[in-house]
């Protein structure tokens, strides 16, 4: 670890841009019809179209389109009513034609921005999106770093496969912050069923562009060298790489004051394990790319109809999510982002649990103390769970009507968990019927007949010694309701002081 | 239209051609008189024409997004260099990977 230590108070802006690539959620690849399903064999999804081969012709698919569409929207880009695709040349092994099929001058979308709140009120961003385009993504080499020189194998399972690219501005002013809005841009993105945006399986990869803006006495600007980071495999990556690299460039700058555009931008890798960002190849100006229109595909134009028709069908964005479910259950602007960026499938539960009981408070707090930290313990997904919302909402109406007490209700929950039995079953097992309203009164009035000191105490206005006598009532029967036998008795002891008055049921 | 051998060289490298000094010499006339062949067009007044994205008057040509058969893996890779049952093998590269 040789990490350099951030100054406490920088005296310096940090000026962070990021490009996302996304991989689209269509089954088959962006120009043909292979499989993209993660995991298969080595190169048993490929065809001629995906390898190269001459004479093949690509044909772009209608769905990955649509979805690409349906990213710049929710990013609030402008459509471009005509897009073209074009070739960007270069050479690697995993480029089997020798060019990738993307977008240059035309992308289909451009000019939004996403914004990113952060709920503790740390700071709050709105994120310009330069452009979202759709390309096709390469395939994968394969290096035994034990055999040094040994071959490098090539998969191409993974070529053509469609990917979208979202750039954003250089609007980032922190690690923390470039966190935050790609962990927004994920849940975005997965609401809307663009893309699994599955770091693991790489189909959401990220670049960071960092440097700094440093304020000198006489008031101009020093501007660090822009360095592209790549090989960030985790959002936690992309906030440790971005903090390392902040401190490495101000410490080359006070060592060597190298301004951008005194050196070509350069390429660092980040070592996750060393926790260091290293220099890589420098690289190749965008016109060394010979981007030119691919003549093997017709350009696409898209219509206000299709457009309008596009956003009527998007659903609902995580934005709006946490506003309308906050204000439709009346829970707060907390815990409203606590189960929105949970993901679509437990807000879907949420409000069937809350729709049964009738009140959204009550359902939000077993869904964040219950049924998420069971979840986390069992590695889980709320569709896993196998207590489904109809239980849960039996469970919480009982402990409503009062039949039991929220930590009795905690012990049931608990045994349904692992028995798998209904709420009913557990309930009559555990012998937690229901205490009746005539046994309850029979039982307060034997505890009140057996206690003079209490009742003596509750009539001269010490409401509070009540509570003496619940444990003597749980002995008497485990399954009654503690705050119901305190509320009868104190009902029934002020009753005795108006003999004329019959305690009320 | 003159092109400069330093033009050539930087165009073969980029394209992966190892061009010897006679070569990129003989290049550098031939595609000079390639270059400005075409820059002849340069002398029609495009002012008023609309920048041509494809030559074909189509558009919106899509497929839907339904599986097709692919190749065998041995299909895939009969007619590669070497490879191993499984993989096409190249010489070890280093570096970054995937799209750019």
Redesign the interface.
């Known amino acids: 670890m040789t990490k350099p230590a951030a100054p406490t108070a920088e005296p310096f802006t940090t000026v962070i841009g990021l490009e996302v ?1 996304v991989q689209l959620q ?3 690849k962006l120009f ?4 993209t399903t993660f995991g298969a ?8 179209v995906c ?1 190269g081969l001459p004479g093949s012709l690509p ?7 649509s979805l690409a569409i349906k990213a710049a929207l929710a990013l609030e880009c402008r459509i471009a009513p ?1 897009t ?1 695709w074009d070739r ?7 480029l089997p034609k020798g060019y ?1 099929i ?1 977008q240059f001058d ?1 992308p289909f979308s451009s000019d939004g921005w996403l914004e990113v709140v952060d709920p503790k009120g740390a700071f709050s961003r709105k994120v310009g999106v330069i452009r979202v385009h759709l ?9 035994d770093e034990a055999a ?9 399972n993974r070529a053509g496969t469609p ?1 979208c ?1 979202i750039v954003s501005q250089p609007d980032l002013r922190s690690p923390q912050e470039a966190r935050a809005w790609l962990n927004e841009l994920k849940l975005l993105l997965v609401y809307l069923g663009v893309s699994d945006c599955n770091m693991q399986e ?1 189909s959401l ?1 990220v670049d960071a562009n960092v440097n700094l803006h440093i304020p000198r006495p006489d008031g101009s600007l020093a501007k660090t060298p822009i360095v592209e980071i ?2 960030m495999n985790s959002f936690r990556s992309v906030e440790r790489a971005l903090a390392y690299e902040t401190a490495r460039q101000y410490d080359e700058w006070q060592a060597t004051g190298a301004e951008l555009g005194t050196t070509p931008k350069q390429t660092r ?1 980040w070592d996750d394990p060393a926790g260091v960002t290293r220099a ?2 420098h690289k190749e100006e965008s016109s ?1 790319y ?1 981007y030119f ?1 691919d ?1 093997d ?5 898209v219509s206000e109809e299709q457009i309008a028709a596009a956003k009527a069908l998007m659903g609902t964005p995580p934005t709006v999510l946490r506003t309308t479910l906050a204000e439709k259950w009346k829970i707060s602007a907390y815990d409203a982002d606590v189960l929105v960026n949970q993901g679509r499938e437990l807000v879907g539960y949420f409000e069937d649990v809350a729709t049964r009981v009738g009140e959204g408070k009550v359902a939000s707090n077993w869904l964040q103390q219950d049924v998420l930290r069971t979840l986390n313990e069992r590695g889980e997904t709320i569709d896993e769970f196998p207590i489904r919302p109809d239980a849960l909402a039996d469970l919480i109406r009982r402990v409503q009507n009062g039949d039991f007490d929220t930590s009795r209700g905690r012990e049931i929950f608990a045994e349904v968990l692992t028995s798998g039995r209904s709420v009913a079953d557990v309930v009559a097992s555990l012998g937690i019927a229901a205490v009746g309203q005539d046994e309850l009164i029979a039982l307060c009035k034997e505890l009140i007949a057996a206690n003079p000191k209490i009742v003596a105490d509750v009539q001269g206005g010490k409401e509070q010694a009540a509570a003496g006598l619940i444990g003597q009532a749980k002995k008497k029967n485990p399954n009654v309701n503690p705050a119901k036998v305190r509320q009868m008795c104190v009902d029934l002891i002020k009753a005795l002081e108006l003999p004329t008055r019959t305690p009320e049921a | 239209m003159t092109l400069a051998r330093k033009d050539v060289a930087k165009v073969a490298m ?1 394209a ?1 051609l190892a061009l010897s000094d006679a070569e990129i010499d003989t290049m550098t006339g031939e595609l000079s008189k390639i270059v400005g062949f075409v820059s002849l067009l340069e002398e029609i007044d495009t002012a008023a024409v609309a920048p041509l ?4 008057d ?16 041995a299909e ?2 009969q007619s590669a260099p ?1 490879h ?1 049952g ?15």
């Open positions: 690539h269509t089954k088959t043909c019809g292979c499989s064999p080595p190169n048993t999804q490929v065809c001629p390898l044909v772009m698919n209608r769905e990955a389109f005509f073209k960007k040349n270069y050479f690697y092994p995993d990738q993307s035309l390309e096709e993504d390469a395939g994968k080499s394969m290096h040094g020189t040994a071959d490098t194998r090539i998969d191409l990917l690219e790489g990869r790549k090989n890798g890589q190849r060394d010979r229109p003549p595909l017709v350009p696409v134009t | 980029l992966r994205a494809h030559p074909l189509t558009q919106n040509a899509f497929r839907d997004d339904v599986p097709a058969a692919s190749l065998t893996t895939a890779l070497r191993d499984e993989c096409f093998l190249v010489p070890a590269v280093l570096g970054e990977s995937g799209a750019a």
